[in-house]
């Protein structure tokens, strides 16, 4: 116990709040950008009009005229769905990334450290990786049906595989250093050695990768919406007011500027975020910056 207590992997440096708006600006603004429209999300449906409510009498009413961003073909104020699709759009996007990473999380550890069952877990993650995404999410929601835990399921197993082979190859490093050797050598148990020294080794990239995860997800929950294969035409989201307002887009084109807009906007943030925490938490490139 000596030897890997001599060998013990380094404390894990915690960086403040502050400290981290100083070095990276990016992930600051981005990071408020993105809790301004979290909040939005949370308090805006009940400070808006009802999104599905018809008036026939106001349909593709340009903004100022009814309601602050207009009114669709169907008389429903355009601001309050975009309101409330940015809700669909957050749960999506947030529970995409949390499941994709604790699955693939334990995954990768089992493949990365464990070579008996590298090959099996790798294989089978080639298998998913050779699906094209789009087309697994449109044949899954098309076999079970459109609802918001589908369009989830189906977003998410085409993530899996990239987050194993992630956590794959950071196990795959870490496995090889002197102080998992000396972990080995002196009998600590498997799931002490994976818990104690690979698993926080893993922390920072699946941090990074979640971000992306979450702007994918949100891209590709918008993408079935415009085609038609997402969350039900009763549930506003960005992709299908979207799909909606494509057949009057020459004549009223802000039923499909505003949530398309709000839709890079939010992607944007979440995208900024995590370059900024990549080049925080990434030692090569935080040196790099200095």
């Not at 999300?41 to 340009?62: E, H, Q, S, Y």
């Not at 008389?75 to 529970?95: K, P, Q, T």
């Not at 148990?189 to 893993?202: D, E, K, Q, V």
């Not at 499909?256 to 975020?273: E, M, Q, S, Y």
């Amino acid at each position: 116990m000596a030897e890997e207590t001599a060998l013990a992997p380094p404390p894990v440096k915690t960086i403040s709040t502050f400290a981290l708006a100083r070095q990276n600006p990016g992930v600051f603004w981005g990071g408020a950008l993105l809790s301004l429209i979290c909040l939005i999300a949370v308090i805006g449906p009940f400070l808006t009009l009802d999104p599905i409510a018809l008036n026939p009498m106001n349909r593709l009413k340009p903004p100022g005229d009814a309601g602050f961003l207009g009114t669709d073909q169907l008389g429903r104020d355009v601001f309050s769905r975009v309101v409330n699709g940015a809700r669909v759009s957050l749960i999506v996007g947030l529970a995409v990334a949390a499941v994709s990473i604790s699955i693939g999380l334990v995954l990768g550890l089992i493949a990365g450290y464990i070579r008996l069952m590298d090959a099996v877990v790798m294989r089978v993650m080639d298998g998913l990786m050779s699906i094209p995404a789009i087309l697994l999410a449109i044949a899954m929601i098309s076999l079970s049906g459109a609802t918001l835990t589908t369009v989830v399921l189906a977003i998410m197993i085409p993530e899996i595989p990239r987050v194993v082979r992630l956590v794959r190859s950071v196990v795959l490093t870490v496995r090889e250093e002197p102080y998992v050797e000396a972990a080995i050598a002196a009998g600590t148990a498997t799931h002490r050695i994976m818990a104690r020294h690979i698993l926080p080794n893993t922390i920072a990239p699946l941090i990074v990768q979640a971000t992306y995860i979450c702007g994918s997800a949100m891209l590709t929950e918008a993408i079935l919406g415009f085609l038609g294969a997402g969350i039900p035409p009763e549930i506003p989201s960005w992709g299908n007011i979207m799909s909606e307002g494509r057949t009057f887009f020459q004549l009223t084109p802000w039923i499909i500027f505003f949530p398309g807009l709000a839709l890079a906007v939010t992607v944007l943030a979440v995208n900024v975020v995590g370059d900024g925490l990549r080049d925080t938490l990434d030692p090569r490139i935080a040196r790099t910056m200095r």
